[in-house]
């Protein structure tokens, strides 16, 4: 069984602050790794995807893979109150059904 | 990103009638498109794979006999919940994998339409 694992939260950071969120996978056959954005009500929206072990940065935000770790997260810098939403983690492992398998995501509260 | 449309995005009916949903991917072809279902406060939970002119590969405990899906081109996949009762009563979100221009083949999701079984 395919599991991605996040801690659900609520992860509460003041304005300005770096948020880390964090997700692990059980697959160790895993090829990417997806972070989408859920606001309440919302469907979930892609932020950015990572493939290879390090870092990769796009504008605030800064994914984090470790692969020998099974370790994936997200870094967003300068917290807004607008970040506030529920980040979902997903991992992809290939297969002739190309499914994501998805955490249960992190709620991310940022304070004013 | 690229756009994923959904329609319609509210929907209210009663019991027993049937209720479709259209998925379009607007400015990429839609190699996968997948149907997902959340209830409020609860996690995104799959419902069904479709590919363009095959049949839809459903998640265990979905009844492909009362969720009929039809995938009828690369860029459009359709959902019909039939003879719906309250118990459906959900967000239905679909999404759409393709390559649209970066360079991982990536899932995009549509804005969800709203069920509401009277």
């Known amino acids: 069984q395919k599991e991605v694992e996040q801690n659900s939260g609520p992860l509460s950071v003041p304005e300005g602050a770096i948020a880390s969120l964090n997700c692990t996978y059980s697959?160790?056959?895993?090829?990417?790794f997806f972070w989408y954005r859920q606001y309440s009500g919302k469907s979930p929206e892609l932020i950015m995807f990572?493939?290879?072990?390090g870092d990769k940065e796009d504008g605030r935000f800064t994914a984090q893979l470790n692969k020998a770790s099974q370790y994936v997260s997200l870094l967003i810098r300068d917290s807004q109150p607008s970040d506030s939403a529920t980040y979902l983690c997903?991992?992809?492992?290939?297969?002739?059904?190309?499914?994501?398998?998805f955490g249960k995501g992190t709620l991310l509260t940022v304070n004013p | 990103g690229a756009v994923v449309s959904q329609h319609p995005s509210w929907v209210i009916c009663k019991s027993g009638t049937s209720v479709k949903i259209e998925c379009r991917s607007l400015?990429?072809?839609?190699?996968?498109m997948f149907w997902y279902r959340q209830f409020p406060k609860q996690s995104l939970m799959l419902m069904a794979t479709?590919?363009?002119?095959?049949?839809?590969?459903?998640e265990q405990g979905v009844e492909k006999d009362k969720f009929l899906i039809n995938h009828a081109s690369l860029t459009l996949s359709t959902l019909t919940v039939t003879s719906a009762h309250p118990e459906d009563s959900s967000f239905y979100i679909c999404?759409?994998?393709?390559?649209?221009?970066?360079?991982?083949?990536?899932?995009?999701f549509g804005p969800g339409t709203r069920l509401l079984v009277l």
């Open positions: 479709s590919n363009e002119g095959s049949k839809a590969t459903y």
């Open positions: 997903a991992a992809y492992s290939g297969g002739s059904n190309y499914k994501l398998t």
């Open positions: 990572i493939y290879s072990n």
């Open positions: 697959d160790r056959g895993s090829q990417s």
């Open positions: 999404s759409a994998r393709g390559w649209t221009g970066l360079s991982q083949e990536t899932q995009y």
């Open positions: 400015d990429f072809q839609a190699t996968t």
